[in-house]
């Protein structure tokens, strides 16, 4: 078969590349080395290998991985999950541990979702804690370390950001490693526009995302919106649009412009007609995003471990990013 | 059909009441009546129905009721739950504001499960705050209120409680709602037994527990397995027993005994045979506990919205309550 007229598969490894030199050099310039605890309770097959890819990065990097296993993880007649609450609790008291790591799904959905709220926030990785979750969604980009600590979400009173570099006495937050993962491998293949203003160089760009969990499609979803873009947030069972505009408030506009959500009435076939973007996360390998449906020379992000996309992508998409699994780990030690 | 034979058929008015005495003569004392916020963002009947009811028990008792109504519940032409995570920011920083409540669900598990973080822990009086299930699960029953603002689980160094009045300097941890109005009818019905020491109350019963969210079936579980029960914890895909016995550490037994979960080989067929009481909270009309399969003489709770016992449930049970909606919402002005 002739590859003529086909888009390009671009690898996750030169995005990744970019980080890790970043990052080797931030580890040069500190006193010891960090240590990331990654703590696996379940003997399924991808946490497993998700533990030991980390654990090569870390190595890799310079960074000490500490693998913690409990539950099945540890002894088969144990149940996954069993002793990874009490697991975290001692890493976010161990004062050597500066980053926690949690392999997930253990439980499901909801009780994962508790355990993520335990991890201090201070050790938060993966940006997971629900204040990370708060800042995103307010647009909030930097924060004042100590508000951290404070169980309320966080008063926006940093001043407006004009660049990506936090004003004296903040910090950046945090925010979810796949959600900015994808925004990463976006600004690495042109989708951000760095001659736009910094806060708003999605402008002009429709995005279709497929998925809107609160792990990685509606934060993926807030992110890009609230850099500039018209977001189409495709569930189960409702299309909703996020976008910084038309319906900005004098307020949002002089302080913190942040998205807003409306339902839409287009179908799914409707938004990706007009999407120069489609990323898809959908956890099931049934799921796939029909070609034929796809705006010619779009760009297509597979997040799902499955293939949501067809075959033949490439014949519309002009860019194809089949996983981005090692840009999310580089963002993780980022973080960290 | 005669009745002979057939168990109690118990309301929950009996069982309101002794709390309504109880809250009354508290407000009483009190230099100004508290103020609720209820926050409405659907249209659904029975958030309306809810909100209502809640309104009717408010005005009765004297505590001041603000309905809060955004999104579509305010105007058609908004989404459900437009506007809804604002109104929550906007009662959190009200200092006139003493509750807050949202009457779930909107948008679904996993955002509602955010919103729930959202709501200051000082005025969650519906206690979905992570922190107070933290403090449920680890058997922490009283707390430092200073603990309360900070973004970290708390540590437990409440000295052990020997009954249920808190040490001086600390208050009792907000339970959650519905968990807590179920203990509060088992307590009525004298399945709790007082003559046992605090804290250990339903030891001796075994209790199946059919549901394992994080707002009912966990939460629900873990209390009355901290209070000495054995608790059968039942899900579509598995069964837990939780239990304080016998895998009790030293350290457990010294400071804040708390419940430990196993996975177990038994059907809910035999779970349900060995069971003094059966509470039921399948969000579904079609899920029947069935008859047959209960033990002669046992305690059901529908705690649904749909009747999750057959018709002829009294054939077997000693006692039948079949709605515990007006316990829930005392427990919900108790905490207030």
Redesign the interface.
């Known amino acids: 078969m002739s590859t003529e007229g086909k888009g390009v598969l671009l690898k996750a490894d030169p995005i990744a590349n970019t980080f890790r030199d970043e990052i080797k050099s931030a580890l040069a310039s500190s006193p010891r080395p960090p240590k990331l605890v990654g703590i696996l309770a379940t003997n399924s097959a991808p946490s497993r290998f998700y533990s030991e890819f980390t654990k090569k990065q870390c190595d890799a990097l310079g960074v000490e991985f500490v693998l913690r296993k409990v539950g099945a993880a540890a002894d088969e007649s144990l ?1 996954p999950g ?1 002793g990874v ?1 009490e697991a975290i ?1 001692e890493a ?1 008291e161990d004062d050597t541990v500066d980053g926690i790591m949690v392999y997930y799904p253990i439980f499901g ?3 994962d ?2 355990l993520q ?2 991890v ?2 201070y050790k938060d990785v993966e940006g997971l ?3 990370f ?2 800042n995103l ?1 307010h647009n909030i980009r930097f924060l004042d370390p100590k508000t ?6 966080a008063i926006n009173n940093a001043p407006p950001a004009v660049n990506d570099e936090p004003p004296a006495g903040y910090v950046k937050s945090i925010l979810p490693c796949t959600p900015l993962a994808i925004v990463k491998c976006l600004e690495y293949i042109g989708v951000y526009n760095k001659i736009l203003p910094y806060g708003d160089r999605a402008y002009g760009k429709t995005i279709t995302v497929i998925n809107r ?2 792990v990685v499609g ?1 934060p993926l979803a807030a992110l890009l919106a609230n850099d500039g873009a018209r977001v189409f947030s495709v569930d189960i069972d409702s299309i ?1 649009e996020y976008t910084k505009r038309p319906r900005q408030s004098a307020e949002e506009r002089k302080y913190h412009p942040r998205h807003v ?3 839409t009435s287009l179908s799914l076939q409707e938004c990706l007609a007009v999407s120069d973007v489609v990323v898809s996360a959908v956890p099931s390998a049934e799921y796939k995003v029909k070609t034929a449906w796809l705006k010619d020379g779009c760009v297509c992000v597979n997040v799902a471990a499955d293939k949501n996309f067809e075959a033949d992508v490439r014949e519309k998409a002009s860019l194809y990013l089949p996983t981005i699994g090692k840009v999310t780990i580089m963002m993780l030690l980022r973080n960290l």
Chains 1, 2 share one sequence.
């Open positions: 149940a069993e609450e609790i976010n959905v909801q009780q979702h508790y709220q335990i201090s926030p804690h629900f204040k979750h708060y969604y951290l600590g404070s169980s309320l979400p969990s609160e509606r909703q959500v409306h339902p």
